[in-house]
C-alpha cells in the first residue's frame, strides 16, 4: 500500500508539474492577444494616422521631385535651343531626355501607402483585436516595402544614368563627359532615394517598443515582426545602414 501511494504521489507531482508549465506558456499567449475594444481602437486610431501622414509626406516627396525633373527637362530644353556649342546641345538633350523619363516615373509610380490606407481606415470604424492585428500587418508590410525603397529602386536609376554617359561617351566620343554625365545623374537619383519618407519604419518603433530587446533598441536596427496568413507570428530583425 505505501508504494502503490508513493507511486500515485509522484504521477500526481509529475501531471501537476506539466499543468503548471502549460499554464505558465500559455499564460502569456493569452494576454497578448487579449485586447480590449477601446485598446484596439486606440492602436487602430494611430496606425490609421500614421499611414495618413507617411501618404502626406509621400506626396510632397513625390511633386517636389517630379517638380525638378520638370523644371530640368525644361532648362535642358531650352539651353539646347540657344547654345551654339554642339556638345553643350548634345549633352542637353541627353539630360532632358533622363530628366523626362525621371519625371514619369514621378507620376506613374503607385504609392506604396494608398490601398493599404484605404483598408485600415475602414477597419479603424470597427474596433476589434482581429482588425487589429490585420492592420498591424499592412503597418509592417508597408514600413518594409518603405526601408527597402531605396535598395529596391537604385538599379533603375543607376542603369538609366549608366545609358546616358554611355550614349554620351561611344554615341558623340566623349568618354570624360559621358563619365560625368554618370556621376551626375547616379548622384542625383541616390539624393532622391535617400530623401524618400521613413514615416511607418519610425512610427513602428514607437507603437510597439515591447519588441526591441534593452541593448538592441540603442542600435540602428529595424525590429519588424514577422506577419504571416495566421496573424503576427514572430520577430525579424532587420539592419538600416545609414551612408
Known sequence: MPGKSSGSSNISERLASVLLAA????????HAQTVSKEEAGRSLKAIQ????????KEKIWRWSWAG???????????????TDSHDGRYDAHVSATTSALGLIGMILEPSIYKDNLRSVT???RRPKASNL?????????????EALYASTHRKKGLAVSFAAGLVIALDDGRPEDGAIQFVTGALVNELKLRTHPHTLTRFWRDYSPRTIEPFLSQLDWNVL???GEEGLDGGRLVARFEF
Open 68 to 82: 525638378f525633373y520638370a523644371a530640368s527637362m525644361a532648362g535642358n530644353l531650352a539651353y539646347a535651343e540657344y
Open 133 to 145: 492585428k490585420k492592420a498591424e500587418g499592412m503597418l509592417i508590410e508597408s514600413g518594409r516595402t
Open 225 to 227: 515582426p514577422h506577419y
Open 23 to 30: 499554464l505558465l506558456c500559455l499564460t502569456p499567449l493569452a
Open 122 to 124: 475602414l477597419k479603424a
Open 49 to 56: 494616422a500614421a499611414f495618413e501622414d507617411a501618404e502626406r
